[in-house]
């Protein structure tokens, strides 16, 4: 058991300095952006495309109003998704990794619930203009409640699991 600069006794599966694991822990996360970036960045590309088009001024208020809030939420998960890259490069070299991990950790949680709200959003405007159909609010929760359980009510469970006590 190791103590923790807050006087917190915790467990840690690594033998590594608390510099060696904000380095390692970096290094996941940048991973995980990374796949993150992409999805949100050509999600976003799309609809910014879609104001272009001939459909655009066919659809009524409420589509217009459902687009405008993707696009924004869009926009919103970008910027909290590329915000960590940002992050890294303001305070390289300033000797606070471990607080730069924990801060990028967070704008990287919040960019996957925008995330989630754009592709929701996304999802219910594109099937509502596809089939103009009541079973469609149903079809959209579905999928959401696909993706909290594959992004979220799994991840919390197995650390919840495995996690040791």
Same mark, same amino acid.
Request: hydrophobic share 50%.
């Given at each position: ?47 910014? &495309?879609?104001?272009?088009?001939? =459909?655009? #001024?066919?659809?009524?208020?409420? *589509?217009?109003?459902?687009?405008? @809030?993707?696009? %924004? ?46 592709? &929701?959003?996304?999802?219910?405007? =594109?099937? #509502?203009?596809?089939?103009?159909? *009541?079973?469609?609010?149903?079809? @959209?929760?579905? %999928? ?22």
């Amino acid at each position: 058991m190791t103590v923790t600069g807050d006087g917190e006794d915790r467990r840690r599966g690594r033998n590594e300095t608390e510099e060696e694991r904000a380095d390692r822990m970096w290094g996941e996360l940048i991973q995980e952006v990374r796949v993150a970036q992409t999805g949100v960045q050509i999600l976003f590309g799309f609809l910014l &495309t879609v104001v272009f088009t001939p =459909v655009y #001024r066919s659809l009524g208020d409420t *589509d217009h109003a459902i687009y405008i @809030v993707t696009v %924004v939420m869009g926009a919103c998960a970008t910027g909290a998704l590329i915000g960590p890259v940002s992050l890294h490069r303001l305070v390289s070299g300033r000797l606070v990794k471990p607080q730069a991990v924990r801060w990028a950790s967070r704008l990287t949680f919040v960019g996957l619930v925008l995330l989630l709200c754009t592709m &929701t959003a996304a999802l219910l405007l =594109v099937l #509502r203009v596809a089939t103009h159909d *009541d079973y469609v609010p149903w079809l @959209v929760a579905a %999928v959401v409640l696909w993706y909290v359980l594959c992004w979220f009510a799994l991840p919390l469970w197995t650390r919840r699991r495995y996690t040791s006590r």
